[in-house]
């Protein structure tokens, strides 16, 4: 199995997969501050190696939940959090097939995608339709040019891009969560409010580490 592919936060989280370590913005990582680390267990895939194949991911998952015994309605099942150094959206068609291929065996098994947003809104519906159920978008502050600040996008997405996503995400019926880092300069309550007045069911303040 590859290194980096899947990591635990906490016991009874989620199971959460790496797709890649290439990114259009900042990395989610990096906006937490330069004293920020992640847990014990995660490590990012190999510099310019391999990346996971759709196969291996869902042969980790199926491989993980046979060591769960899943209770009730699916109460202690922490799921599947699509996230990593990169951005998971940058191999959106892995990401579907990985749900597809898992379904197959699990298919009671909720995912989530953590992503920066700055992606086309057709991919909300390519999400939905896949059996994505959950989506967490880092919208880091209320005003385009703090938001650029923290996030420097790439390819020509911005500001209005991740604004587009999140209420695209909400339109297509996916829960939304957006989360923003209290990093200098950062409107918290701003930047709730636009979140919530773009379809967030849910916001969400990182911890900053300078």
Do not use: W
């Amino acid at each position: 199995m590859l290194r980096g592919v899947s990591y635990t936060v906490r016991s009874g989280g989620p199971l959460y997969l790496a797709l890649t370590n290439s990114c259009n913005s900042a990395t989610l990582i990096a906006t937490r501050g330069p004293g920020f680390s992640m847990p014990d267990g995660f490590e990012p895939l190999p510099d310019g190696g391999e990346e996971p194949s759709a196969a291996q991911l869902a042969a980790v998952v199926v491989r993980a939940y046979e060591d769960i015994e899943i209770i009730g309605m699916g109460e202690n099942d922490g799921g599947i959090t699509f996230a990593g150094l990169g951005e998971p959206l940058l191999r959106l068609e892995t990401l579907l097939e990985t749900v597809r291929l898992v379904k197959e065996s699990n298919h009671g098994v909720p995912f989530r995608v953590v992503t920066n947003g700055l992606v086309g809104p057709e991919v909300a519906e390519a999400l939905k339709g896949g059996g994505v159920k959950q989506v967490t978008v880092a919208l880091a502050a209320h005003t385009p040019p703090l938001y650029e600040k923290l996030m420097a996008p790439q390819d020509g997405r911005g500001f209005g891009d991740v604004c587009a996503f999140v209420d695209a995400c909400a339109q297509a019926g996916l829960l939304v969560e957006c989360t923003a880092v209290e990093a200098p300069g950062v409107n918290k309550d701003a930047t709730r409010k636009l979140a919530m007045s773009l379809g967030a069911a849910e916001f969400r303040v990182r911890s900053y580490h300078a």
